[in-house]
């Protein structure tokens, strides 16, 4: 079957401006996860979904952004006003359910570049 | 803040080499795991430890957490240059939501031929 796949795999932006990642889980799963990865470095949380509802965003560093997952499958996160500092992967993962030995299957990015 | 360290930063090694990779923290975890990740992809699971003490063995690679639930290592005995990539140690806080994991800054392996 399908992994998880999103969309685009590379967006160079202008600062400023607006942008949209999508992210297509694993079918079925309930549990949908945004991480970014800045270069160098491990990925950071920035929310998490169960089903439709976002369950906990304490990880999104500041208004400018914010997810969607309106039918509980398909997520959108969105970044207002992007930021140099913004430039990063972000990465989305899905699991069949939120819990201890649930694998978290990762996509392969959006690489994210605000010039 | 939960916080993990991983050790060394890099790492190159002969093919042949055995090596070990260290997570530590100063919180508890209720489950670690370990990550490989290849450039342009999302990090792949290799392994996911829970019990204080518990050592896991993947062929060639050898996990461990620690009895207090704070650390990991990972060790791989005979490195091949299959093995390259960056590695990634990641936990779920006891506290923690939903599972939300919390990744170490990883280990960027390289094993020469």
């Known amino acids: 079957g399908a992994g998880v796949s999103q969309t685009p795999s590379n967006k160079v932006t202008e600062k400023g401006k607006y942008v949209e990642l999508r992210c297509d889980p694993i079918s079925g799963h309930t549990a949908l996860y945004w991480y970014r990865q800045s270069l160098g470095q491990g990925p950071e949380f920035l929310i998490y979904?169960?089903?439709?509802?976002?369950?906990?965003d304490s990880g999104l560093p500041n208004d400018r952004f914010f997810a969607v997952r309106p039918e509980g499958s398909v997520s959108t996160l969105k970044i207002q006003r992007t930021e140099r500092g913004d430039s990063a992967v972000y990465l989305c993962?899905?699991?069949?359910?939120?819990?201890?030995?649930?694998?978290?299957?990762f996509g392969p990015g959006t690489r994210l570049t605000v010039t | 803040t939960q916080l993990l360290e991983q050790s060394p930063q890099f790492l190159s090694i002969q093919e042949g080499e055995n090596l070990t990779v260290y997570c530590n923290s100063s919180s508890v975890f209720s489950s670690l795991q370990w990550y490989r990740q290849e450039p342009g992809e999302g990090p792949v699971l290799l392994v996911t430890?829970?019990?204080?003490?518990e050592v896991k063995k993947l062929k060639r690679l050898t996990f461990q957490f620690g009895d207090a639930r704070k650390d990991s290592s990972l060790h791989i005995t005979a490195a091949q240059p299959g093995d390259t990539g960056l590695y990634l140690c990641?936990?779920?806080?006891?506290?923690?939501?939903?599972?939300?994991?919390?990744f170490g800054e990883g280990t960027q392996l390289t094993v020469n031929p």
């Open positions: 430890v829970v019990t204080g003490g």
């Open positions: 990641a936990g779920v806080g006891e506290e923690t939501s939903g599972s939300r994991l919390t």
């Open positions: 979904f169960q089903g439709t509802g976002a369950a906990d």
């Open positions: 993962a899905s699991s069949p359910s939120p819990g201890l030995l649930y694998e978290q299957y």
